[in-house]
């Protein structure tokens, strides 16, 4: 087949979606799909060495192959990972329980089962993106590298028994980018959309895509009118990436096998002269692709570091920045190690190679164990105030009733948990006891549909989150006598889509599911005797978009909406959280007060948390007979 120039271009393009999406550009929500193009992409340039190196030789060297492979990706994914434990070891990026297992998953080439199994909470989402989320991908094609040899070799020596060997090759693959397309709707069915977008057998199709392809060029040229195909396909493409949702939508329910079609035909018409050919051949395009799988594989590490909290900026300002660190580093990376031993300019004999990378391989182990800790579970603050500190009981023993401070039960997930317990260490107030019900990551609510975030990830409970009925009861009672006042913090987990009435659907769509399930935890609070407030989630900042969607200001107007209007409708009195967490609106700079876009900053705690109880005794003390 012999160089294509194009086909780099084509990687250009494909990795500048991926980048565009990544850097939040609001009008290429799609941006991912460029993974995909690269997974044909690679199925095709794969499958094609493979059969030429078969019908030229007569047979194929497995073991040169694998050289092959680990010289073009070990030195520079091994850099990258070395690279993020540094960072994290150096605390620029923030511990979280999975960010060890991620870093091995990168490692071990199978990031994509890590995050298909290892279940995040949009909470430690926040708390940390983990800078090797990206891997899943490339541990998706490593998979596939490490067993298509094999299988070709298999499917051509059952193909030489036939009269046409080639002819009888293509039909297999056509059969296998079948069966493995099939595979799509069944695993969505029986598992989750997260399982079409993350398991290795669903997202072999749009490799094996690309093989059939390499297999049927094999056979025959191209006629010259395939490059007509090359014009609507690109601009189809394109515009999925521009009009398709993020997280959501036809790429998780099947839909990414007919999308490699496209692909399937854009490479095909690359195959013969054309204008299309010709503009994706062009230098600047050619020069991106070549190093497209460096682009790609350190611009996440170095977007996830250079937040607009560290920079101090935003917008095409921030987008600038990270380009440009990006792109020195990926030349560097190119120039002085990939390019270097991919062109046998170092590590020539293949011992030494595969001696070489095994010690980096076992290097970069052991420095991912020694550089990213499992952090220890921090104890949740249970009980605050009433004269015994941040952990002590609700006053003195024998005092009596009109003595005591009314206690205060807290509900919610981790806005008002992190509220807690950064604020717990100085908190000193003897005029209120403080009963912690809330829970990082857990709204009480484990039967609720399942939710999504900004990349269709799905998001999971941890393992010891109770429903609302089991866990309020004891908490009403853990300070000795009944909680006076019960404060909801409830709303933020309800921003992300869900998947309702077998639909992913936004809060904007439907979010009575969730109003019917706050109207019942208001009434078991009352029938318990606590005076129920709530408080109406703030506005969030534009750092959410890690976990929330683009349009989180409009998702968090709607779920406010609807809080409020529960509210009026329970005669439940309510605190606005906006005023402290977000002091500027839905369209100002939220970050001022948060770490994140969502929870509060730990150093203004201690403030807000004095200004939250101010806000609810005032509301008790109004309330007629209310302990003072």
């Not at 089962?113 to 490593?142: D, K, M, N, R, T």
């Not at 072999?204 to 007509?228: K, Q």
């Not at 078991?524 to 929330?548: K, N, T």
């Amino acid at each position: 087949m012999g160089y294509q120039p194009a086909l780099d271009g084509l990687r250009a393009v494909a990795v500048s979606a991926v980048l565009l999406f990544h850097l939040g550009v609001s009008w290429m929500p799609g941006g991912y799909l460029g993974v995909s193009v690269f997974f044909t992409l690679s199925g095709f340039l794969i499958t094609t060495l493979l059969i030429r190196e078969r019908v030229s030789t007569g047979s194929i060297d497995t073991r040169a192959f694998y050289t092959r492979r680990l010289r073009r990706l070990m030195p520079a994914s091994l850099a990258c990972i070395a690279g993020v434990c540094v960072v994290i070891g150096i605390g620029l990026i923030a511990d979280t329980a999975s960010l060890r297992r991620e870093v091995l998953g990168a490692l071990f080439q199978v990031e994509n089962w890590v995050s298909l199994l290892g279940g995040q909470s949009y909470a430690e989402l926040f708390q940390s993106p983990s800078p090797v989320a990206h891997f899943w991908s490339l541990a998706i094609e490593e998979q596939f590298y490490w067993l298509w040899p094999p299988v070709v070799t298999g499917l051509l020596i059952w193909s030489t028994r036939g009269a046409r060997p080639l002819q009888r090759m293509t039909y297999a693959l056509v059969g296998l980018f079948v069966l493995f397309s099939l595979s799509v709707p069944i695993t969505l069915q029986l598992w989750s959309a997260d399982a079409v977008y993350f398991a290795s057998w669903t997202r072999f199709a749009e490799i094996l895509a690309g093989g059939a392809l390499a297999a049927f060029v094999a056979l025959r040229n191209p006629p010259s009118w395939v490059r007509w195909f090359a014009p609507p396909t690109l601009v189809a493409i394109i515009w999925l990436c521009v009009v398709t949702p993020s997280g959501r939508g036809w790429a998780y329910e099947g839909g990414l096998p007919l999308f490699a079609i496209l692909s399937v035909l854009l490479i095909l018409a690359l195959q013969t002269a054309g204008p299309i050919r010709t503009v994706l051949a062009t230098a600047p395009l050619v020069a991106i692709g070549r190093v497209s799988f460096g682009l790609y594989l350190y611009h996440w590490p170095v977007f996830v570091v250079l937040d607009r909290e560290r920079t101090g900026l935003d917008g095409w300002e921030l987008g600038t920045l990270r380009m440009a660190v990006t792109i020195a580093i990926t030349l560097v990376s190119y120039h002085l190690l990939e390019a270097p031993i991919r062109e046998r300019r170092w590590l020539l004999r293949p011992q030494r190679l595969v001696v070489a990378l095994g010690a980096a391989f076992v290097a970069v182990a052991i420095l991912t164990f020694a550089s990213v800790p499992v952090p220890a579970t921090a104890e949740r603050p249970t009980v605050l105030g009433g004269g015994a500190g941040a952990t002590g009981a609700s006053g003195p023993s024998g005092t009596t009733g009109a003595e005591r401070p009314p206690v205060l039960a807290v509900f919610g997930d981790s806005v008002p948990a992190w509220l807690l317990e950064k604020a717990a260490p100085s908190f000193t107030r003897t005029d209120v006891v403080i009963a912690n019900g809330s829970h990082e990551a857990c709204d009480a609510g484990l039967d609720f549909p399942v939710g999504y975030d900004r990349v269709g990830t799905e998001l999971r409970e941890p393992d010891d989150c109770e429903e609302w009925d089991t866990a309020y009861g004891p908490v009403l009672r853990q300070t000795g006598r009944r909680a006076d006042i019960a404060l909801l913090v409830l709303g933020a987990s309800v921003v992300t889509d869900h998947l309702v009435d077998g639909q992913r659907r936004s809060p904007c769509e439907t979010l009575d599911w969730y109003t019917r399930d706050v109207a019942q935890r208001i009434a078991f609070l009352r029938d318990e005797g606590a005076q129920v407030v709530m408080a109406i989630p703030s506005w969030p900042g534009e750092r959410s978009q890690f976990v929330f969607p683009s349009d989180y200001a409009r998702r968090m107007g709607c779920v406010r909406d609807a809080l409020s209007a529960l509210a009026a409708e329970e005669a439940v009195p309510t605190i606005d959280l906006a005023p402290e967490f977000c002091p500027a609106g839905p369209t100002g700079d939220c970050e001022k007060m948060s770490q994140d876009g969502l929870h509060i900053d730990p150093d203004k705690a201690p403030a807000v948390l004095d200004w939250l109880l101010d806000q609810v005794l005032a509301t008790h003390r109004a309330r007629p007979g209310a302990t003072t």
